[in-house]
């Protein structure tokens, strides 16, 4: 399986920005976004599951979304009302499973390449 994330950029604060990651290969459970920041360590933001349950970190409730197309076997991460400390690398990630501890970094068996996006304030 191989996961190929985009959609990071350039915004300022209170802006939005759109990630995209496309899976090929199998069909996955589950999807997630992570982020890691410079000098921190990785941080769940959201994951999607096969049955369409949504889980959140909770930096990020309220402000992002996160959505699935199983067809295009793709998930979404809109991003909106964004702070500067939210600049990180963005991962994606699949799993095969389920699994009821999708905020866990290890749960997955796929990552994608990561995505920069940078929140000028």
């Known amino acids: 399986v191989q996961l190929q994330a985009s959609g990071g950029g350039l915004v300022q604060a209170g802006g939005s920005l759109r990630l995209s990651c496309a899976a090929s290969?199998?069909?996955?459970?589950?999807m997630g976004w992570f982020r890691r920041a410079p000098g921190k360590e990785r941080e769940f933001i959201a994951a999607?599951?096969?049955?369409?349950?949504?889980y959140y970190g909770d930096s990020v409730k309220g402000r992002f979304t996160i959505s699935r197309d199983i067809a295009k076997n793709t998930v979404y991460l809109q991003m909106n009302s964004l702070k500067p400390e939210d600049t990180a690398v963005y991962y994606c990630?699949?799993?095969?499973?389920?699994?009821?501890?999708?905020?866990?970094?290890?749960?997955?068996?796929?990552w994608g390449q990561g995505t920069q996006v940078t929140v000028s304030s």
């Open positions: 999607v599951s096969w049955t369409g349950g949504t």
């Open positions: 290969g199998r069909t996955l459970y589950a």
């Open positions: 990630a699949g799993r095969l499973r389920s699994s009821t501890y999708l905020y866990l970094g290890t749960m997955y068996d796929y």
